[in-house]
């Protein structure tokens, strides 16, 4: 077996905590991120993390029973902190022994943490601050994931190297901090270890692996697409803010320009608050999102991609693109 001794020593602290051979997280793409890539991902000394979503608790259910019928490794589960079903879906988790749940999407709500925690599973959650990562963990966070506004689907404004300057020298020696957005290669995980971090997360160059259940229309955009053809989504409204979503330019693009639109006119007329005009812009990128992976249709669909996307030219195995990122990891740190 191919070792990596540079790599796996500053990556212990993360393996530790995963439970895993590589901290390499594949971070959950909705839809992208089931039963399949994430028990590939995991099998292949990486840490595979289910998207929950927009799923219901039964299905949650039988995506990990599934999960756990094709790896015996550990592998996560993300949940979006505004689903109203939160707490059912952590109840799913704990029936399951889920051993590492990530709160994405927003700041978790009173209680959620605890409920994790009681349960025995570990809590990852984003911070795209330094004063929030200081607070998830004060209130109990046991690791966290900083992510720039380079990676795919919902971004913040600061860039990852920005965010791992603010954040890795003042929290790194003490807490677990994954590097997120805009890793493509080896050489780059080699970077953000050595500034301290435990592992690093990435999203866009899993998408397309062989085990990937999305549509090969999906995947051939992914192929065809350089970097700066995955652009940030812009707000037309700035009575309505969006959280920006960074995906391949196509029709659908535009399209939410218009659907951001229709919901300030309808915030406007009084027909909607403000937390339902929210509601119906992130309904719409969960519906467009299925249509790019599942259908294939990349004309109309959000084609959430990262800006390291033109670094996915081919399918390949989960397995070979970790010992690729792990060997050119392992050739930058012995330099
Ligand atoms: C197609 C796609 C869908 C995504 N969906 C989710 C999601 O449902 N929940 C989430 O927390 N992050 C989501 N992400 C972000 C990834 O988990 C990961 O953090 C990100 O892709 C890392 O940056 P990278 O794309 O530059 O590698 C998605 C990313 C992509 C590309």
Known sequence: MTTYPHTAALMKRGTDFLGCETAIMCGAMSWVSERNLVAAISNAGGFGVIACGAMTPDILDREIAATKALT???????????????????????????????????????????????????????????????????????????????????????????????????LAADHLIFVAGGIGRGEAIASYLEMGAAGVQLGTRFACATESIAHPAFKKAFFRASAREAVASVQVDPRLPVIPVRALKNKGTEEFTAKQREVAALLDAGEVDMGE???????????????????????????????????????????????????????????
């Open 277 to 335: 005009a929210q509601l119906q812009i992130e309904h719409f990128w969960a519906g467009a999102l299925r249509r790019a992976v599942i259908d294939g249709d990349v004309e109309n669909g959000s084609v959430m991609a990262g800006q390291s996307v033109g670094m996915v030219t081919k399918e390949e195995p989960a397995a070979d693109i970790i010992a690729e990122l792990m060997s050119q990891c392992e050739a930058a740190l012995a330099r």
């Open 72 to 170: 015996t490794k550990p592998f996560g589960v993300n949940l979006i902190t505004m689903h109203p079903g939160l707490f059912d879906l952590i109840a799913v988790c704990r029936k399951h022994g889920v051993t590492h749940v990530v709160l994405a999407g927003g700041i978790p709500p009173k209680g959620s943490v605890e409920a994790i925690k009681e349960s025995g599973a570990k809590v990852i959650c984003f911070a795209p601050t330094l004063a929030l990562a200081k607070k998830l963990l004060r209130s109990g966070a046991d690791a966290m994931v900083i992510e720039g506004m380079e990676a795919g689907g919902h971004i913040g404004p600061v860039s990852t190297s920005v965010l791992a300057q603010e954040i890795l020298p003042e």
